[in-house]
C-alpha cells in the first residue's frame, strides 16, 4: 500500500490541486512542492493521513509534508521500482531500517539464491508453472521435439544467459558471505 500510493502513477496523490502540476508519483510531488494537509483534496486526506500515521509521511514545524526518513524512502523506493533489494548489499543503516519494516510486517527477508522475479523469469524460460506462453525449454528437451537449427541456437545462449546469471550470483553471495563474515570479525574484535 504504501509504495502504491507514494510512488505509483495511479495514487490519487500524485496530483495537487494548488500546484497546477502533474507528476509522476506522490514522491515527485512532495519532494518539488512545499504543500500543507490542507493543500489536498477532502477525498485524498484517508491516504495523505494513514501515509502520516504510519510514518512513512510527517508534518513540518512549519506545517509542510516531508520525508521523515530519507533511508526508509529510499528502500521503498527501490522495491517498488525493482521488487527486491539485496540486505547485505545495502549499508549499515539502510539494513536497520529494513529490519524495521520487517518486525512491521512490511517486507519479508528470504535467504534464496535467485529472487522471486528472478525465479519467475527462470520459471518463464524453463517451464509452464507460472506463464503459459513461455518457450517452455525444459519439455521441449525432455520430451525430444524436432527443433530446427537456428531453435537449438537460440535456446542454448538462452541456458548459456541462465547459466552466466547463476554463476554470477553464486559469486556475489560468496563475496557478501566474505563481507560479513569480515563485518562480524571486527564487531567481535570491537567487543
Given at each position: 500500500?504504501?509504495?502504491?500510493?507514494?510512488?505509483?502513477?495511479?495514487?490519487?496523490?500524485?496530483?495537487?490541486?494548488?500546484?497546477?502540476?502533474?507528476?509522476?508519483?506522490?514522491?515527485?510531488?512532495?519532494?518539488?512542492?512545499?504543500l500543507e494537509?490542507?493543500?489536498?483534496?477532502?477525498?485524498?486526506?484517508?491516504?495523505?493521513?494513514?501515509?502520516?500515521?504510519?510514518?512513512?509521511?510527517?508534518?513540518?514545524?512549519?506545517?509542510?509534508?516531508?520525508?521523515?526518513?530519507?533511508?526508509?524512502?529510499?528502500?521503498l523506493r527501490?522495491?517498488?521500482?525493482?521488487?527486491?533489494?539485496?540486505?547485505?548489499?545495502?549499508?549499515?543503516?539502510?539494513?536497520?531500517?529494513?529490519?524495521?519494516?520487517?518486525?512491521?510486517?512490511?517486507?519479508?527477508?528470504?535467504?534464496?539464491?535467485?529472487?522471486?522475479?528472478?525465479?519467475?523469469?527462470?520459471?518463464?524460460?524453463?517451464?509452464?508453472?507460472?506463464?503459459?506462453?513461455?518457450?517452455?525449454?525444459?519439455?521441449?528437451?525432455?520430451?525430444?521435439?524436432?527443433?530446427?537449427?537456428?531453435?537449438?541456437?537460440?535456446?542454448?545462449?538462452?541456458?548459456?544467459?541462465?547459466?552466466?546469471?547463476?554463476?554470477?550470483?553464486?559469486?556475489?553471495?560468496?563475496?557478501?558471505?566474505?563481507?560479513?563474515?569480515?563485518?562480524?570479525?571486527?564487531?567481535?574484535?570491537?567487543?
Open positions: 500500500k504504501v509504495t502504491f500510493l507514494l510512488f505509483s502513477d495511479q495514487s490519487r496523490l500524485a496530483y495537487n490541486e494548488k500546484t497546477k502540476k502533474t507528476y509522476e508519483n506522490c514522491f515527485e510531488l512532495i519532494s518539488n512542492e512545499k494537509i490542507g493543500d489536498f483534496a477532502n477525498y485524498r486526506l484517508q491516504e495523505l493521513n494513514w501515509l502520516i500515521e504510519h510514518g512513512y509521511l510527517s508534518v513540518d514545524d512549519k506545517g509542510f509534508i516531508t520525508f521523515p526518513d530519507i533511508q526508509l524512502t529510499a528502500i527501490d522495491l517498488w521500482y525493482s521488487e527486491v533489494i539485496s540486505y547485505w548489499r545495502c549499508p549499515a543503516p539502510k539494513r536497520l531500517v529494513i529490519d524495521r519494516l520487517q518486525a512491521k510486517g512490511v517486507v519479508e527477508l528470504e535467504s534464496s539464491l535467485f529472487s522471486r522475479p528472478e525465479q519467475a523469469y527462470i520459471n518463464y524460460l524453463l517451464n509452464k508453472a507460472q506463464f503459459n506462453n513461455g518457450p517452455d525449454l525444459r519439455n521441449k528437451y525432455l520430451h525430444i521435439q524436432p527443433l530446427s537449427d537456428d531453435e537449438h541456437r537460440t535456446n542454448y545462449l538462452i541456458f548459456l544467459r541462465l547459466f552466466i546469471v547463476a554463476i554470477i550470483k553464486i559469486n556475489d553471495d560468496f563475496c557478501i558471505y566474505e563481507d560479513v563474515e569480515k563485518y562480524v570479525r571486527m564487531k567481535k574484535a570491537g567487543n
